[in-house]
């Protein structure tokens, strides 16, 4: 896979899951065998652990959009910062919805093989998600 098609496939992930709001298409976009190395709290690091953590995350954040900033690629992998934007409109790692307007960067890596992701491994800024929403250093409720 060239690193173009990886770029287009990571693109169609976003767009797909997150955009479109089809985390059913994980099913097909995740390999059987996937492992998420960073699971979010609770979260399994099997592909139905990712779908349904998503699903959480797009609950809480119905209006989410995102950007990807900057990418790098080398191989079979795939290196992201990509920005999210959203209001809390939903319980989220604990946290009641507050009706804020959030923004956090994620840095996702991706690797892929035979047109599917078999691993990924994202570092969320948890400290200043949380701040945004008030229930964190620097945040006030």
Do not use: C
């Amino acid at each position: 896979m060239s690193a173009e098609e990886l770029r287009k496939a990571n693109a169609h992930f976003y767009d797909e899951v997150f955009r479109r709001r089809n985390v059913d298409a994980i099913d097909d976009l995740l390999s059987d065998d996937f492992v998420e190395h960073i699971p979010g709290p609770g979260q399994q690091t099997d592909r139905q652990g990712t779908k349904e953590f998503i699903k959480n995350v797009l609950d809480a954040f119905p209006d989410m959009d995102l950007e990807i900033e900057h990418d790098v690629v080398e191989g079979d992998t795939i290196a992201s910062v990509v920005r999210f934007t959203g209001t809390h409109e939903g319980e989220f790692a604990g946290v009641p919805a507050t009706g804020r307007r959030v923004t956090v960067y994620v840095t996702d890596f991706g690797r892929m093989r035979d047109g599917r992701w078999t691993d990924h491994w994202g570092l969320v800024d948890v400290g200043g998600l949380m701040a945004q929403l008030g229930a964190g250093p620097g945040g006030t409720r």
